[in-house]
């Protein structure tokens, strides 16, 4: 019944709106070469935000949440990031609590006509957890046009060719359940290897991203260069998580790199989603302690500086 209720939630989206969801707009989404495209084959460039690690945060994980983001924020993609191997509160521990903050916030992307990036958020290869994930997921949720899955989040010191195995592996299995849907795909340390992953591609599967992460003042021209490197060999990337300070996540923001690389995905039309909506005291975690759980309630005074940033260049596009 949820299928059938979120379709013409997404249909009628825009229905006595001034203006069209990116739905409603764009539809089921598809890789041509390098490129997003939309329903119509026209370019897509999505701009959102993630949520933190979900079992870190989950009083961030409602619907009011996505309504800021996709409303005031102006994203139109959410990633929704299911913490794996981490705590004693991770998908691995506790699959029940995943897959309902993945169920709101899947509600809150179809109720407003947004994307939704959905997010195995683990480091270490979890692949028989991963199957079980995205067969309850995709099974859920893929025939929605505005759903999508991230199947690693930053392998760390491993090969491409255990990332593209993994990857062989995996996507028949959400492409089973999710035919249409897109999928991105890691690439090695961090998800910054793309030229390794360019140079050895996946054959025979399609609707594929490959994942390029970077915090701007540690990730400078050179990740940039390997990017160039990698679109020059046909290789289709998304910007799943970045930001503008250290890898660490913490220390200053620098807003003349993070420009460049906006400057960037912009110029080539890559996707991006800047992390994350958490309240921990890291210069990357985008709120302060006192905001509500219930993003329809927060104020001015909620945010920290890298929210406003990226405030600031979602809302600059519409």
Not at 59 to 85: K, Q
Not at 185 to 190: D, S
Not at 263 to 276: F, K, L, M, P, V
Not at 293 to 303: A, I, N, T, V
Request: a negative charge.
């Amino acid at each position: 019944m949820f299928r059938g209720m979120a379709v013409a939630a997404l249909a009628a989206a825009a229905i006595g709106a001034g203006a069209a969801t990116p739905v409603e707009k764009h539809g089921q989404l598809r890789v041509e070469g390098t490129q997003l495209v939309d329903a119509h084959g026209q370019p897509v460039q999505l701009r959102g935000v993630s949520m933190g690690w979900h079992n870190m945060w989950p009083r961030f994980y409602n619907g009011g949440t996505v309504d800021r983001l996709t409303g005031d924020w102006g994203a139109d993609v959410v990633r929704c990031s299911v913490g794996v191997a981490h705590l004693d509160s991770g998908f691995d521990c506790d699959s029940v609590a995943a897959y309902a903050v993945v169920d709101s916030i899947v509600q809150g992307a179809v109720r407003n006509g947004a994307y939704v990036l959905v997010d195995f958020h683990s480091h270490p290869n979890k692949l028989a957890d991963a199957k079980r994930f995205f067969t309850h997921v995709a099974g859920k949720y893929g025939k929605l046009p505005n759903v999508m899955y991230e199947i690693w989040n930053e392998p760390t010191e491993v090969a491409w060719s255990e990332c593209k195995a993994y990857a062989e592996e995996l996507v028949p299995v959400i492409r089973a359940l999710a035919p249409e849907a897109v999928v991105v795909v890691p690439t090695p340390r961090w998800d910054q290897e793309v030229d390794k992953a360019a140079e050895d591609q996946i054959k025979g599967i399609d609707n594929l991203l490959y994942s390029l992460h970077y915090y701007a003042t540690t990730h400078t021209q050179w990740l940039r260069d390997k990017a160039d490197y990698a679109r020059s060999l046909g290789l289709p990337l998304i910007m799943s998580e970045c930001a503008s300070m250290e890898h660490t996540g913490d220390g200053v923001i620098d807003p003349k790199e993070w420009d460049e690389w906006m400057q960037y995905a912009d110029r080539n039309g890559i996707s991006w989603i800047a992390w994350s909506i958490s309240d921990k005291d890291e210069t990357c975690s985008m709120l302060r302690p006192s905001a509500a759980s219930d993003g329809r309630e927060w104020k001015d005074s909620d945010l920290k500086p890298w929210a406003v940033l990226v405030k600031h260049y979602l809302k600059r596009n519409r």
